[in-house]
């Protein structure tokens, strides 16, 4: 199957300052990527679509400005946490789409704020 | 929105016996996702579903959707610890939106050896 990296796997960081998390596709192209977040003992719940050399689509509720979404290739999509406080401490997890209906997730960053 | 509807949302068991896990969507499946995870780490894929009556298997644990495509069962036979962790169903929103899952709550699977 088709391999999605996702760079770092943790992350520690200071109240107050940005973490950029990265998803690669290493074996496909993606023109699409979904980012998603995981909180305690809850399921995924996606934050928003990722599209190769456009704007994110967000969900409903997702701070646009808080979370920046950048895909600048085929293979590659930014998810930056902005002035990160302990409330945004989660998992957060990417996934890409690839041919012809399938989903492949990457390994997860955990962020913790501190 | 699709709204999944997964159960049990926790299940212990004893090393050897059989389980499942259901999830019934609100709405027809475009494609149906089993994946399971350790918590904190990431997905591990299980099988996919997309045809009525489909039926999937991989080692011990066996995949079913429904005629209808509304409702997917999972079946681990004689369960190992090694099963343990928790069990994600996925709904792809099909159409423009193929890969875009919307996630069950999630079953949280115990083994006790």
């Known amino acids: 199957g088709a391999v999605v990296s996702q760079h770092p796997s943790r992350v520690i960081c200071k109240s107050g300052t940005s973490v950029k998390i990265e998803c690669r596709s290493l074996d496909f192209q993606a023109t699409t990527m979904f980012w998603y977040r995981q909180f305690p003992k809850k399921s995924l719940m996606l934050m928003a679509t990722s599209n190769e050399g456009s704007k994110a689509t967000y969900e409903q509720g997702v701070e646009k400005d808080k979370f920046l979404i950048n895909h600048a290739s085929l293979t590659l999509s930014t998810l930056t946490v902005t002035s990160a406080h302990p409330e945004d401490s989660s998992f957060y997890i990417c996934?890409?789409?690839?041919?012809?209906?399938?989903?492949?997730f990457g390994q997860g960053t955990r962020l913790t704020v501190v | 929105s699709q709204e999944l509807e997964q159960s049990p949302q926790s299940l212990i068991v004893q090393e050897g016996k059989n389980l499942t896990i259901n999830c019934t969507s609100s709405?027809?499946?475009?494609?149906l996702y089993w994946y399971k995870q350790k918590y904190g780490e990431g997905l591990i894929f299980l099988m996919m579903l997309q045809k009525g009556g489909e039926e999937k298997s991989h080692e011990k644990i066996t995949a079913k959707l429904d005629e209808k495509k509304q409702q997917s069962s999972l079946h681990i036979t004689a369960s190992q610890p090694s099963h343990a962790g928790i069990y994600l169903c996925?709904?792809?929103?099909?159409?423009?939106?193929?890969?875009?899952?919307?996630f069950g709550q999630g079953t949280i699977l115990t083994v006790h050896p």
């Open positions: 996925g709904a792809d929103s099909g159409g423009t939106s193929y890969g875009k899952l919307t």
């Open positions: 996934s890409a789409r690839g041919q012809p209906t399938e989903a492949f």
């Open positions: 709405k027809t499946l475009y494609g």
